[in-house]
């Protein structure tokens, strides 16, 4: 692991949203050769909603998706997934099986607050 500087750590835009729809990506993306989800993420007023994809079925449902906050970058450039254009990425951490565990604020705070 190599150090990198507070300015560069600081240009990471990391910031919390409130996913209002979750769907499988292979209603969207048929082909997809991994589960996963397609989040719509609301980071409140000024950014508004962003679309991600989540390989994070193995341990959520749609439903409890709905109205969780999730922590995730926004300034990194678009990446197309399939038929999907990814604009943020949804953060999380690996367990011991290797299913993703997202990264959450402990306490509810305000949509679009950014990581301090």
């Given at each position: 692991?190599?150090?990198?500087?507070?300015?560069?750590?600081?240009?990471?835009?990391?910031r919390?949203?409130?996913?209002?729809?979750?769907?499988p990506?292979a209603?969207?993306f048929?082909?997809?050769?991994?589960?996963?989800?397609?989040?719509?993420?609301?980071?409140?007023?000024?950014?508004?909603?962003?679309?991600?994809?989540?390989?994070?079925?193995?341990r959520?449902?749609?439903?409890?998706l709905?109205?969780?906050?999730?922590?995730?970058?926004?300034?990194?450039?678009?990446?197309?997934?399939?038929?999907?254009?990814?604009?943020?990425?949804?953060?999380?951490?690996?367990?011991?099986?290797?299913?993703?565990?997202?990264?959450?604020?402990d306490?509810?705070?305000?949509?679009?607050?950014?990581?301090?």
């Amino acid at each position: 692991m190599s150090d990198i500087d507070w300015d560069a750590f600081q240009q990471v835009e990391l910031r919390v949203g409130r996913v209002v729809e979750a769907r499988p990506l292979a209603e969207v993306f048929p082909g997809a050769r991994k589960p996963a989800y397609v989040l719509h993420v609301d980071f409140g007023p000024g950014i508004g909603i962003r679309k991600s994809s989540a390989q994070i079925t193995e341990r959520y449902s749609v439903d409890a998706l709905i109205g969780r906050q999730v922590v995730a970058v926004l300034n990194l450039p678009p990446k197309q997934i399939g038929p999907l254009m990814s604009q943020c990425l949804v953060t999380g951490f690996h367990d011991a099986q290797g299913h993703v565990a997202l990264c959450v604020p402990d306490a509810d705070v305000p949509l679009g607050t950014r990581l301090a």
